[in-house]
């Protein structure tokens, strides 16, 4: 069964920066398109990055473009999103997952995925 473990969130004012990780098991890491989910308090849950399998084509949310940086090491099957110029509207609970797919201009959330605790982000103003 695949596990995510997210970690690397917490509290940081309007403007600060975060590395969130996310350490993958029970599946072929290197093979596989990651991507970065977030939920905020009474919001759906979004797409907010992704990477394919070799880490060149990336995918980004028009609202944290410029800001957020998806990286990952498949040796070390860990899955990182650098946040940099942080918002207030950017906290949320983040998680990472296997999306249905990942393309330049769009990230599709799976459809059935045994979802992490994730890592939350707070940004106060």
């Known amino acids: 069964q695949v596990q995510v473990v997210e970690s690397g969130g917490g509290l940081v004012q309007a403007g600060g920066s975060l590395r969130l990780s996310c350490t993958v098991s029970?599946?072929?890491?290197?093979?596989?398109?990651m991507g970065w989910f977030r939920q905020a308090p009474g919001r759906e849950r979004e797409g907010v990055s992704c990477i394919n399998s070799d880490g060149f084509n990336t995918y980004y949310r028009d609202s944290v473009k410029g800001r957020f940086t998806v990286s990952r090491d498949n040796a070390k099957n860990t899955l990182y999103l650098q946040l940099n110029s942080l918002k207030p509207e950017d906290t949320a609970m983040y998680y990472c997952a296997v999306p249905n797919y990942c393309v330049n201009y769009e990230i599709a959330p799976p459809t059935a995925f045994n979802w992490g605790q994730g890592t939350q982000v707070t940004v106060s103003s």
């Open positions: 029970g599946l072929t890491f290197a093979r596989t398109p």
